[in-house]
């Protein structure tokens, strides 16, 4: 079935009016399908959403979810809408086809896919790829769960393009077509358990991102990484292995403190320019990646000389009164926060918490051990943060994200630093992690320290 043939008079009903569902409506939209938005928040606080709709002359509803999607041939679902919602329930009894975004912008792709997916990294990996590429010449894309929606560039990209997506487990659980040319999967540790119900589950939706995949196809895939190991992945695709640990069998490994690629060398692992353990498996597997178009390794170095880590993720944000800043938002589980510890070399205020998706934070307590002199927590997960990490570490709480950032500062000392890795989502305090980022930004740039509070900030 074409492109033309799913979406042409087709009616569309799309759950969630955030950046993809207004982007997916206006996709619908172009290749002449009838979409119809809803979403349960108020008109208040969906002004430039309705904007964008209303001049599109797209239809929709605010203020909850009515029948009206009902009617709809099948429904799009933006990334943070339950499947457990009763709207969805009632279309899923009458047997109408639910759809992530992702999915649906898929099938008007006229270029290659390749799409990252992981418990971590995800971000980082796909911003690495996107400057490989745009370097080595291709006409280069990069979206999906990292900001722009895939919906939103989709029709931009030509038939010799790329798009680097980043796909989240909740984009792939409502695919059915969706089949990345490049498939990656960085690493597998406890998330979103809170959704999935079990470890299980939220693994075995990871690997259906390789499911559609043909022999034509590549999945890229984490030698070192247990869970990834033993999962028995049922594909098609040619599969590439990446490896900090391991020589045998894997395309991209570190050797002597090198990054190699098959045989070749492409750079010593001190001049990466985005560190820690964790970054250096992210640009073994981008590297994997561009061995699949013969990018040449040249082009490999000099970018991973250069690049810089993403917003809001191991975000080196600058130094008041000698005290180091870094904004870690985009640490949503306990796995990414473990990461940072390991990346940060000085002493330091750990700031932890939001909403808790079942996570077990004892697990940061080896490599927090001789690092953490304080925990300040914040959000729903505060208590049982204290009562997890209260026997390892001096725990505090703050009421706010600005009252924990001065609490930090008032206790460190020149030298130490201030750490945002929450380990946690953002929506008991924040509408997501960029905005959590950005507040963080804004406490730190209003500190005040007597002879130092004309000290600047780096800020992006």
Same mark, same amino acid.
């Given at each position: 079935m074409t492109t033309?043939?799913?979406?042409?008079?087709?009616?569309?009903?799309?759950?969630?009016?955030?950046?993809?569902?207004?982007?997916?409506?206006?996709?619908?939209?172009?290749?002449?399908?009838?979409p119809f938005v809803s979403d349960i928040n108020s008109a208040d606080n969906l002004q430039i959403e309705i904007a964008r709709l209303e001049s599109a002359g797209i239809p929709f509803e605010v203020g909850g979810h009515t029948d009206k999607l009902l009617t709809a041939d099948f429904i799009v679902v933006s990334p943070g809408v339950p499947l457990t919602i009763d709207i969805i329930k009632k279309a899923q009894s009458k047997g109408i086809p639910i759809f992530s975004e992702i999915e649906f912008a898929s099938w008007c792709c006229k270029g290659k896919i390749i799409a990252i =997916?992981? +418990?971590n990294g995800k971000t980082t990996t796909t911003s690495l790829l996107g400057e490989i590429f745009s370097s080595a010449g291709y006409d280069t894309f990069v979206a999906g769960n990292i900001g722009l929606p895939f919906s939103e560039i989709v029709e931009k990209i030509p038939s010799n393009g790329i798009a680097v997506i980043e796909v989240s487990n909740f984009q792939?659980? =409502?695919? +059915?077509?969706?089949?990345?040319?490049?498939a990656v999967i960085l690493n597998l540790t406890p998330d979103h358990i809170d959704r999935h119900g079990s470890f299980e589950n939220y693994i075995k939706t990871k690997?259906?991102?390789?499911?559609?995949?043909?022999?034509?196809?590549?999945l890229v895939l984490n030698a070192?990484?247990?869970?990834?190991k033993k999962y028995n992945v049922s594909t098609k695709a040619e599969i590439h292995y990446f490896s900090n640990l391991d020589t045998s069998g894997t395309d991209a490994f570190v050797q002597n403190d090198v990054l190699t690629l098959h045989t070749e060398k492409v750079i010593a692992a001190d001049n990466i320019a985005i560190l820690g353990p964790h970054n250096l498996q992210n640009a073994a597997a981008a590297v994997t990646v561009a061995s699949v178009f013969d990018i040449p390794i040249d082009i490999l170095a000099k970018v991973l000389k250069s690049f810089q880590p993403v917003e809001h993720r191991m975000e080196q944000i600058g130094a008041?009164?000698?005290?180091?800043?870094?904004n870690d938002s985009k640490a949503t589980n306990i796995d990414s926060v473990t990461f940072a510890l390991r990346s940060?070399?000085?002493?330091l205020y750990l700031i932890a918490g939001g909403r808790d998706k079942g996570a077990d934070f004892k697990e940061i307590i080896p490599y927090g051990k001789d690092k953490i002199k304080s925990i300040i927590a914040i959000g729903e997960a505060k208590e049982k943060i204290f009562a997890?990490?209260?026997k390892e570490f001096r725990v505090q709480f703050a009421a706010t994200l600005q009252e924990a950032v001065q609490k930090a500062f008032t206790l460190a000392i020149p030298g130490e630093t201030v750490l945002l890795s929450p380990g946690c989502a953002s929506f008991d305090m924040f509408e997501n992690f960029e905005k959590r980022g950005r507040e963080f930004k804004n406490a730190v740039s209003g500190l005040k320290n007597g002879k130092n509070e004309n000290e600047t900030l780096s800020q992006k």
């Open positions: 033309e043939q799913k979406i042409k008079n087709r009616k569309i009903g799309i759950v969630g009016m955030a950046r993809s569902g207004v982007a997916a409506a206006v996709l619908a939209d172009s290749f002449g399908g009838k =997916t992981g +418990s792939l659980e =409502t695919i +059915s077509d969706f089949k990345p040319d490049v690997f259906r991102i390789t499911e559609n995949q043909s022999e034509k196809d590549n070192d990484d247990t869970e990834i008041v009164a000698g005290v180091n800043f870094i940060v070399k000085t002493q997890q990490l209260g």
